[in-house]
């Protein structure tokens, strides 16, 4: 058996802006990437968008999922294809990789900025250091 790679996108408002959420399913593994469109995306533009800029989208780290069995029975398709129609939102997997990502960006800015901060004020002292040096040297 083969391993199950598919990309969903869900487009919805919210609110003041269109969002987008693209899971992505490789194997047994899912990750996540949120992208916010602005005024309401027409079927073209988001193909265009993914077209352009699909492999410069940030996913989420992948998380484990499990695949459930699908159904033969063909009026179950038919009601689990409604279903999905009428979904609106998107799913807690998601929700949660989505989370685990902001988490992790949060983590790495601060640590950037504090080595940023660390940098300039090892810069700044050595600034003052130099002009003392300087002051000293004409005695």
């Known amino acids: 058996m083969e391993p199950l790679n598919k990309s969903k996108l869900t487009v919805f408002f919210d609110d003041p802006f269109w969002v987008g959420i693209l899971e992505r399913i490789e194997g047994d593994k899912l990750s996540v990437c949120k992208v916010t469109f602005g ?3 027409t079927d073209a533009q988001i193909y265009a968008f993914l077209l352009l800029h699909y492999n410069k989208l940030q996913f989420s780290r992948p998380i484990k999922t ?7 029975n063909p009026k179950r398709r ?8 009428e979904n609106k939102g ?50």
């Open 39 to 41: 005024a309401e995306p």
């Open 66 to 72: 499990e695949q459930k069995q699908k159904a033969d």
């Open 78 to 85: 038919l009601k689990n294809a409604k279903k999905m129609l």
């Open 90 to 139: 998107i799913g807690t997997k998601s929700q949660q990789a989505l989370k685990k990502q902001y988490e992790e960006m949060k983590i790495e800015r601060k640590t950037s900025g504090k080595e940023q901060r660390e940098a300039e004020k090892q810069r700044q002292f050595d600034l003052k250091q130099q002009k003392r040096k300087e002051k000293h040297k004409g005695h």
